[in-house]
């Protein structure tokens, strides 16, 4: 068991105790067993070691719902509290916080046994679920960007946390190989394509016709859409322009804060609009001003919905379609494998769309059968009371949607894989699909599983907007990857760097490090953020040697390495030697405790499905490492049963950061 759930169990022993003899209060009897539990549950770390490790808060609260004094109640529940086997003597500071500070010998012990340990001291959960994750689901055929990233890794890292804490995981990909994109290329293809070029260079090919597809497909939106967005500007124009003269006019200094904010807001609009509006043009010139792209354009105006009706055919079995689709997917496969090569990402299953697509008239039978699904207005709608707009299954034109799909897909999960959970890893754009999806599954009877959207948000550029390069492409992954590749070069193998290191490193050492720390980088930077929050791609923040960054974490462990490699010892030898720890210097007490509280992180991160209590976990580690490397000589320490167990300590520090590496699906390197 985790130190804190430990502890947490001892106070909810001395609760309950409390609760059946309590003197001090007669309502306390009436504890519930939650209440029991949210009080007990009220441990947490302390943040300032100066009050122990770990810290009760429980007094002040239930001195408040029982009409008691916190400090008497504090008395009560240290008198009651069983944990010398564990901790000191508790002690009671201020109002009535409880101070917890673990014992030496707890620590010293907790950590030989970690060193022994595969598991490395962390139990696995008290009761595993059987947990499918979705996560990365691309759309192939379109080139991939950083955006597609985030899916991966947080799915990635999540699946492996959760295994390794005892559930049984099964990471399904549910790749887009069946929608609009399709459309695009097929179309492309039939106009534009170049057997010579899709046969040198599918996935080139491809990506070019989707891109240009693509493009003329913007421009005639961009030209439709151009007088609305002109409206769009003016009207804002004379908001902010009433919005300013009712602040000049707000004689009451009460009226001035919210007329500024109004006039504010106003401005925040007429920006966005005429952002919009720029952009529109900016499209239409790009293919005005290009004579021969200008035809293109003109003699394809109705590419959009010669797109959909590819799309529709294909869909519908048309045989030529059909055959394109078989003879482009493999490429699009082979891109997105490229990808998760590099990333090292597997899956337990790939089941894209087009698996699924002979299951959707049955599942919009169904629902019509169930009362759940009506006609409306030709389409079949799914309407539930707490949303403004229906859950549409199939379009006017008999074409499904990805939500109908995705109702099969549950279908087919729930038969295959009795999932007690599943977990969505998607952009938190699509929060009202899955808010829907969940509403709908449920009306059908799927109360058994848990679904989660464990939604994500936006990767930004230096310009806080969506990150794009300057031609307004995304910008792709894999020469991402490859630029981190080369900075990592640049800033980890710096000859100023490499020099002090003996023996000197090979080229093909240094390729090896630039690999590991430049995807690590990627995968790290995306994962220290927590998954709700956006945050800015940039690239040299992320491939740094300080800070919260993989190359930080990493070189700790190369630290590690570095040590035992001069002391002429292995991980091995050391965890056969059975050594005796020692704590003679408050660097390795920390070091200790941080050790031992690997699970604790974990734990975090599958309770709130963040990844990124582990980053902060790992970044802690490897600072109270650095702090223990400057304070306390290994090899050279003043006796060898000092040297021992500090070697001891190193070794074990090593094993924690390259498993909660490995966990992130970040490797390590010995040297750096
Ligand atoms: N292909 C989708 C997209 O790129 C993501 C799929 C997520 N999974 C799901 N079951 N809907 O937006």
Redesign the pocket.
């Known amino acids: 068991m985790q130190i804190i759930d430990l502890l947490r169990q001892r106070m909810a022993a001395a609760l309950q105790r409390m609760a059946d003899e309590s003197s001090l209060s007669p309502s306390m009897s009436s504890m519930s067993a939650d209440e029991i539990a949210s009080y007990a549950n009220m441990v947490r770390p302390t943040t300032d070691s100066r009050h122990g490790d770990y810290q009760a808060n429980c007094a002040m609260p239930m001195a408040k719902a029982f009409g008691s004094n916190p400090r008497g109640i504090a008395d009560q529940v240290v008198t009651l509290l069983s944990v010398a086997d564990i901790c000191e003597p508790p002690a009671i500071a201020g109002p009535g916080f409880i101070n917890l500070r673990l014992r030496d010998d707890y620590l010293t012990a907790g950590v030989a046994t970690l060193l022994n340990d595969s598991r490395l001291g962390v139990t696995p959960i008290a009761k595993p679920q059987t947990v499918v994750i979705?996560?990365s689901?691309?759309?192939v055929a379109k080139p991939m960007h950083v955006g597609?990233i985030r899916?991966t890794v947080i799915g990635d890292a999540l699946a492996s946390v959760l295994r390794f804490l005892g559930d049984r995981v099964i990471t399904d990909n549910?790749?887009?190989d069946w929608?609009t994109q399709f459309g695009m290329i097929i179309y492309g293809y039939k106009h534009f394509g170049d057997d010579v070029a899709l046969q040198a260079a599918p996935v080139a090919e491809l990506s070019r016709l989707y891109r240009l597809v693509n493009r003329l497909i913007e421009y005639h939106a961009s030209l439709a859409g151009l007088s609305a967005a002109r409206d769009a500007v003016d009207l804002t124009q004379s908001a902010v322009e009433l919005a300013q003269r009712s602040l000049a006019a707000a004689s009451d200094p009460k009226l001035v804060k919210p007329a500024e904010k109004l006039l504010h807001a106003a401005q925040k609009k007429l920006q966005n609009a005429t952002e919009q509006w720029e952009k529109l043009t900016a499209a239409i010139a790009a293919i005005k001003g290009d004579p021969a792209m200008n035809q293109v354009a003109e003699s394809h105006a109705e590419i959009r919905s010669a797109v959909l009706e590819e799309t529709a055919k294909l869909h519908e079995g048309d045989v030529a379609n059909l055959e394109l689709w078989q003879r482009f997917l493999p490429a699009c496969k082979d891109e997105i494998n490229r990808v998760y090569a590099r990333l090292k990402i597997k899956f337990d299953y790939t089941l894209g769309?087009s698996f699924y697509h002979p299951q959707l008239p049955g599942v919009v039978a169904k629902l019509r059968a169930d009362g759940l699904a009506v006609d409306s207005d030709g389409a079949v709608c799914v309407f539930m009371p707490e949303f403004d707009s229906p859950m549409i299954v199939q379009k006017r034109d008999g074409a499904f949607l990805?939500a109908t799909?995705?109702l099969a897909?549950l279908e087919y999960r729930r038969e295959q894989f009795a999932a007690d959970e599943i977990l969505?890893v998607?952009?938190s754009r699509?929060s009202e699909?899955?808010e829907k999806l969940f509403a709908v599954a449920k009306k059908m009877g799927f109360s058994a599983t848990r679904l989660v959207h464990v939604q994500f948000g936006t990767v930004l550029g230096s310009d806080g907007k969506p990150f794009k390069t300057r031609s307004g492409t995304s910008i792709g992954l894999e020469s991402l990857l490859d630029d981190a590749v080369a900075r990592a070069l640049a800033v980890v193998c710096d000859p100023g760097r490499t020099n002090r290191i003996d023996p000197p490193l090979t080229d093909a050492e240094q390729q090896e490090i630039a690999s590991v720390v430049g995807h690590g980088a990627i995968k790290y930077a995306d994962l220290s953020h927590h998954r709700s929050s956006d945050y800015k791609f940039d690239l040299e923040k992320m491939v740094a040697l300080d800070g919260n960054t993989s190359a930080y974490v990493q070189y700790a462990y190369a630290r590690v390495q570095g040590i035992l490699t001069r002391g002429n010892t292995t991980e091995t030898q050391i965890r056969q030697s059975q050594p005796t720890l020692l704590i003679s210097h408050s660097a390795e007490r920390a070091m200790m405790l941080q050790l031992l509280r690997l699970g604790e992180s974990l734990e975090q991160v599958r309770a709130d499905y963040a990844p990124n209590f582990l980053v902060d976990y790992l970044y802690e580690t490897a600072k109270l490492y650095a702090v223990f490397n400057d304070a306390c000589p290994v090899l050279k320490a003043d006796d060898a049963s000092l040297v021992s167990s500090r070697l001891a300590l190193v070794a074990a520090t090593g094993q924690v950061i390259r498993t909660g590496l490995q966990l992130l699906g970040i490797d390590v390197v010995t040297r750096m």
Do not use: A, I, K, W
């Open positions: 979705d996560y689901g691309p759309n597609h899916s549910h790749l887009g929608g769309e990805y799909t995705d897909t969505y998607v952009d699509q699909h899955f």
